[in-house]
C-alpha cells in the first residue's frame, strides 16, 4: 500500500495500521476509524512527529518498530524475554527508544541473548528491519541529477519537481463543467495545452524527456484516465538549465531575460511575439496573453476579449468606484462562462509565468478582473456600444481576426 501509494504520488493513506507511522513518503496518514463519511472529516497522525518525539532517525525508527511490533518478524516469546531484561515498563514507548539510541556493541545479542546464534531468530530480526526500514521510493535518477531535484525543491518548484522526476501528475482536479458544449467542453482541452508545453520546458534538460503521465478526467460524466503524453519542444529558443533559468542572480536574469520572454510566448502561442508582450505594463501582460491564446482558439468574440482587457485596465488602474459599484439586474447566460473560462485559463497563464521564469517581476499573482464591472458592461459592448480608446495598444490580439 505504501509503495504504491509513493508511485501515483498520493495525498493520503487511509489506515488504521500503526506499521503507516514509521515509512517514508509525501503522503499523509489519515484513521479510516476516524472516518466520518457524513462530515468527510477524520483524524490525522503526524509521522514527523512521532520521530521528533521519540528522538530517533529513520533507521533507528526501523528497530524500534521491529522491537515493538506484533507482526510476527520475531517470537513473541523473544520479545518479551527482551522487555524483561531492558525496559523498567515493558510497554512504555519511550524507554523503547531510550535503548534504540544508546550505543550498542552486539546489538543481535542484548536483544536476544543465548538465542542470538538462531538463523531462524537473525532472519526474522533482519526481515523486520528490511521491513520498517525499506523506503518504498523508486530512486530511478541518476545521482548526478539529484542535486536538480534539491534545487527545485529549494526553489519551491513543484510542478517542474515533479516533472523532472517523471512521477504521475493529476491535471483534471480543476475540471469546470458549465453544462454547456461550448466553454464547460473547452477548459480540459486548452488547459492541456498549456501545461503540456510547461512540462515540456521543465523536462527539457532531463535525460528522459519524450512523454509525461497525466491523469486526467475531460467531462463531467467521463472518469479519470491515465494516458501518457508525447512532449513538443520549442524550435526556435532553447531552455536554459533549470539552474539559470530560477538563478536568483541579477547578471544571470539580465541575460536571459529576452529568452524567459520567448519561452512564456512559446507556451501560449507559436505565432506570438515576446516584443508585443513586452510593450504592455506588466500588470496587464499576463490578461493579454490569456486573451491571446483564447482568441486564437476561437473560444471568445473579439468584443468580449477587448471588455476583458478594459475591465482589467480599469482595476489596474483605478478607474472606476469600486466601493460604490451596482450590482447587475440580470446575468447573461454567455457572460457568465466567459468570465468564468477567462479566470480558469489566467490562473494557467500566470503559472506559464513561474516556469518559463518570469515569477517575482511584477507580474500580478492572479487575474485582474472584476465581475461585477463586467457583467454591468457587457451587454452594451455585445451590442457595439464600446470604449477601446485606453486599451488600443494592447490588443494584439485583434490582428488574429
Known amino acids: 500500500m505504501v509503495a504504491y501509494a509513493n508511485s501515483v504520488n498520493a495525498l493520503a493513506i487511509i ?8 515509512f517514508r513518503g509525501n503522503w499523509r496518514f489519515w484513521s479510516s476509524k476516524d472516518l466520518s463519511f457524513e462530515k468527510l472529516t477524520t483524524r490525522e497522525f503526524c509521522r514527523s512527529a512521532l520521530r521528533t518525539h521519540l528522538g530517533l532517525d529513520e533507521k533507528q525508527l526501523a528497530l524500534f518498530a521491529t522491537l515493538a511490533s506484533n507482526n510476527g518478524f520475531i517470537p513473541s516469546e ?3 524475554s527482551f522487555r524483561r531484561r531492558h525496559l523498567i515498563n515493558q510497554y512504555e514507548f519511550q524507554e523503547l527508544a531510550e535503548f534504540v539510541r544508546k550505543p550498542h556493541t552486539d546489538l543481535v ?3 536476544f541473548g543465548p538465542s542470538a ?13 528490511d521491513y520498517y526500514g525499506a523506503d518504498f521510493i523508486e530512486q530511478e535518477q541518476a545521482s548526478s541529477e539529484e542535486p536538480m531535484l534539491n534545487f527545485l525543491k529549494e526553489r519551491g518548484k513543484a510542478f517542474l519537481f515533479k516533472m523532472w522526476t517523471g512521477v504521475i501528475s493529476h491535471y483534471a482536479l480543476t475540471l469546470i463543467d458549465l453544462r454547456d458544449d ?3 467542453a473547452e477548459y480540459p482541452t486548452l488547459s492541456l495545452k498549456l501545461i503540456l508545453r510547461e512540462a515540456a520546458i521543465a523536462v527539457y534538460h532531463c535525460r528522459d524527456r519524450s512523454s509525461r503521465v497525466f491523469v486526467t478526467k475531460t467531462s463531467h460524466t467521463n472518469g479519470y484516465a491515465e494516458r501518457t503524453y508525447a512532449l513538443e519542444f520549442p524550435q526556435h529558443v532553447e531552455p536554459p538549465t533549470p539552474q539559470d533559468i530560477y538563478s536568483t542572480d541579477s547578471a544571470i536574469h539580465a541575460k536571459l531575460a529576452d529568452t524567459k520572454l520567448k519561452l512564456f510566448c512559446w507556451i501560449i502561442s507559436d505565432n506570438l511575439d515576446h516584443r508585443q508582450l513586452d510593450a504592455i505594463p506588466p500588470k496587464l ?3 493579454v496573453a490569456t486573451l491571446y491564446f483564447l482568441i486564437e482558439h476561437q473560444v471568445f468574440e473579439l468584443f ?4 476583458l482587457l478594459y475591465v482589467a485596465y480599469e482595476v489596474v488602474f483605478k478607474k472606476y468606484d469600486m466601493i460604490n459599484i451596482r450590482y447587475p439586474k440580470k446575468l447573461d447566460g454567455r457572460a457568465f462562462r466567459v468570465a468564468f473560462l477567462y479566470n480558469a485559463i489566467s490562473q494557467h497563464v500566470i503559472k506559464s509565468l513561474n516556469v518559463a521564469g518570469l515569477d517575482g517581476l511584477g507580474y500580478p499573482e492572479y487575474p485582474q478582473f472584476d465581475g461585477v464591472r463586467f457583467h454591468n458592461l457587457y451587454r452594451d459592448w455585445s451590442r457595439g456600444d464600446r470604449n477601446l480608446e485606453q486599451i488600443q495598444p494592447w ?5 488574429i481576426f
Not at 15 to 22: F, L, P, T
Open 395 to 399: 490588443r494584439i490580439y485583434a490582428n
Open 78 to 80: 523473544e520479545l518479551a
Open 304 to 307: 468580449e476579449a477587448d471588455l
Open 182 to 184: 461550448g466553454f464547460g
Open 285 to 287: 501582460m499576463p490578461t
Open 15 to 22: 489506515s488504521n495500521n500503526s506499521d503507516v507511522m514509521i
Open 109 to 111: 545479542v542484548e536483544i
Open 117 to 129: 546464534n538462531e538463523d531462524t531468530i537473525r532472519n526474522g530480526f533482519q526481515d523486520g528491519l
